[in-house]
């Protein structure tokens, strides 16, 4: 799993790559909830995110938390099909702002 940070029209964008599962969930852990509590508006994008676990999914869940905590938004893009799946099937889709692409996300922001 690797992160990259970057900023976008005052939101900030994190770029995960890799597979968000067991072995790799720290990495995000160490990274969504601080940085969902310090900016306001954060997108989280999965586009290069193959495969997501109950692991990965509890970050997530730990992301989102912490961010409602503090009256922050963040929002899911590029969910491919098969991580896209396991969100339905979880019920995170109905937890989660979910755009199709980071533009949409910024946008959806405003």
Do not use: C, W
Request: hydrophobic share 50%.
């Amino acid at each position: 799993m690797q992160i990259i940070e970057e900023n976008r029209d005052g939101v900030l964008v994190v770029v995960a790559s890799g597979r968000l599962d067991s072995n790799s969930s720290s990495v995000l852990e160490a990274v969504l909830p601080v940085r969902v509590q310090t900016h306001d508006k954060v997108v989280l994008n999965l586009a290069d995110v193959p495969y997501v676990s109950s692991a990965g999914l509890r970050v997530m869940l730990i992301g989102a938390k912490a961010a409602r905590a503090k009256g922050h938004k963040l929002v899911l893009v590029g969910l491919a099909p098969t991580v896209r799946e396991v969100f339905d099937i979880s019920g995170f889709t109905q937890i989660f702002a979910i755009e199709d692409d980071v533009a949409s996300a910024v946008a959806s922001l405003g």
